[in-house]
């Protein structure tokens, strides 16, 4: 039940990464999974070790933890993050599960290129977040890798500093969703949608990290990675309080025997910064085509 993994990869978020895990899906016996996994890229660092019982105490309630240590470059800092979660979920209904999430967090903020903006100048140096999470998630798609027809919805909020402590004070609500339906000839329709607004408690500012930009693979398609969202006089992109996000696709069969897939797609999407309000005339679009292998 222990396995060993290595690789390497590219993407456009993280470059060249190097991937090294180790884990034992059966712990003691007790179906419980620990884990350790480093992955080094050209931009970012990832070290994690984690550990789940997916019944905790032979009941429905599933509870873990992780310990990370991560870094990543940006156009304009470094930011290290260090600390540790644990979290519990649970069945509400069938379909339905929610889950909690205490996490704990030292924050560095370094390598600030000269000449950045005020507010990325502002927040170098160390802070601390301490924040609750929950969340409520309705799943009914066939597959969570390849789904051909059914839906996916979540709604979460995080709450930062005030009772928690800790020096970062905000509260972050997201929601999102996405629905597939495969009506004729092997070829499945999928839309997905997200939602999110962030506002920092008892005046503090919102943690220039914590703030949404879009841009990537697993966002707004065609843009680069954290490109799209406001910007500040100098020209960096520091993130807004707002995102929308919109996300269309139609998914066919090339070659069905080792399900390799085209798509083509239509993505919708952007940031907004505090006082600005939500706007659909004021989106970024991309169109393209795209191919997956499962």
Known sequence: TGSV????????????????????NNLFGRGQRAVAQVQLGAVSKYYTLGFTDPRIFDTHILGGGDLFN??????????????GLVRFGMPVIEHVRDYFQYRYEKDNVYNVKPGSSDIIASQAGDSTTSS?????????????????KGTDSLVSVEFAGGPMGGTSSFTRYVALGSGYTTPFSRITWGVRG???????????????????????????????????????PSGEVIGGDKELLFNFEMIFPIAQ??????????DAGNAW??????ALDDLRTSVGAGFRWY
């Open 132 to 148: 609750i999470f929950g969340s409520l998630r309705r799943d009914t798609r066939d597959s969570r890798f390849d789904p051909s």
């Open 70 to 83: 991560n870094y990543r470059d940006y156009d304009d800092y470094t930011i290290k993050r260090t600390g």
């Open 194 to 232: 997200r939602i999110g607004y962030i506002t920092g408690n008892e005046g503090q500012p919102i943690p220039i990290y914590e703030r949404f930009r879009l841009g990537g693979i697993n966002s707004l398609r065609g843009f680069k990675a954290y490109s799209v969202g406001p910007k500040a």
């Open 5 to 24: 993994s290595g690789g390497i990869g590219y993407s456009s978020i993280d470059k060249l990464v190097t991937i090294l895990s180790l884990s034992q």
């Open 273 to 278: 910064d505090v006082a600005q309000p939500y």
């Open 257 to 266: 025997e080792i399900k390799l897939k085209g798509l083509l797609f239509f």
